[in-house]
């Protein structure tokens, strides 16, 4: 039992932090991924300063064994997917995921659309963007409170069905929006806010654990005054001889066998220090610390 009140089973909890995840029908994919979101211009808005630069982050990445990129029609909007084209099509080896349903407007407006012709449309643009002619794995970024539920559901189970996308996702949602959306389509993935110091989600994590739900934290590096000087981040981190990010993301990993964490950065040098994270095992000692720490 940790600070929030929430036991993850302990059986879901590997001893070591790196491993596999079934995602969907095919081999799996290392638990360890990338997130695109950073790779774009300021406020996840226009392309990035430096495209080829961009580039370079997304090879580097999967040359140290990152399978799994996600992705969003709205980061950019757009520019994240066809940066991804330009990296790594066609993907050979690679899970690539991508997310619709937040319609941007401008830097830092996000509106919440889940019409399902809005859905198919985007779902359509970002097949030509990625250049593929079926998403691995395709999100609905956020629930449209406007629309029927079982509307955007029933969209992403028709675009399954017609072979358009593989596995369905869903990001910030609750058990019972998961439950709801399990009728109408099986539910591959969650991607909800989640860190060291915000572990609102911990319920949604626990019911992922218990059904076999990949849990994509966003935000995952995020953590505050523990990883000040004096804290226990930084502490363990000496004790271990390792970064900070690197002993937050040996973590999250340690805490749910179906943690997907998809760590982003522009930097070339971090993409090499995120990876390393995959093969810390943190001592259970240290687990149990930063478990009581938020």
């Known amino acids: 039992m940790h600070a929030g009140g929430v036991a993850i089973p302990h059986r879901h909890r590997p001893v070591a932090a790196s491993g596999r995840f079934a995602l969907g029908a095919g081999p799996g994919v290392h638990r360890l991924g990338f997130g695109t979101m950073q790779l774009t211009g300021p406020g996840v808005w226009g392309p990035p300063a430096d495209p080829a630069a961009a580039v370079a982050v997304l090879r580097r990445a999967a040359e ?33 995921a991508t ?13 919440p659309c889940g019409r399902p012709e809005y859905l198919r449309q985007q779902c359509e643009l970002s097949l030509r963007r990625l250049h593929v002619e079926r998403i691995d794995l395709f999100q609905l970024h956020r629930l449209d409170p406007a629309v029927p539920a079982d ?11 017609e072979g358009k996308i593989g596995a369905v996702g869903l990001s910030e ?7 709801q959306a399990g009728r109408v389509v099986d539910v591959a993935t969650v991607q909800n806010r989640y860190n060291l110091v915000d572990r609102t989600s911990d319920t ?8 076999g739900i990949g849990f994509l934290p966003w935000f995952p590096l995020a953590a505050g005054r523990l990883a000040e000087p004096g804290g226990p981040v930084v502490e363990i981190a000496e004790r271990v001889g390792a970064t900070t990010a690197q002993v937050v993301l040996a973590w999250l990993l340690r805490r749910s066998s179906v943690m997907l ?8 040098a971090h993409v090499e220090e995120n990876a390393s994270a995959a093969e810390l095992v943190l001592d259970p000692e240290s687990v149990d610390e930063l478990d009581a720490a938020a």
């Open 64 to 96: 140290l064994g990152t399978e799994l990129f996600d992705t969003a029609d709205s980061y950019g909007p757009a520019v994240a997917e066809e940066l991804l084209h330009t990296a790594l099509h066609p993907y050979r080896g690679l899970t690539i």
């Open 99 to 111: 997310k619709a349903g937040l319609l941007r407007t401008g830097p830092g407006q996000w509106h």
């Open 151 to 161: 509307e955007q559901f029933g969209v992403l189970a028709a675009l399954q069905a």
């Open 173 to 179: 949602v609750t058990v019972e929006e998961i439950e």
């Open 204 to 211: 949604v994590l626990r019911h992922c654990t218990e059904h």
């Open 261 to 268: 964490p998809i760590p982003g950065t522009s930097s070339v």
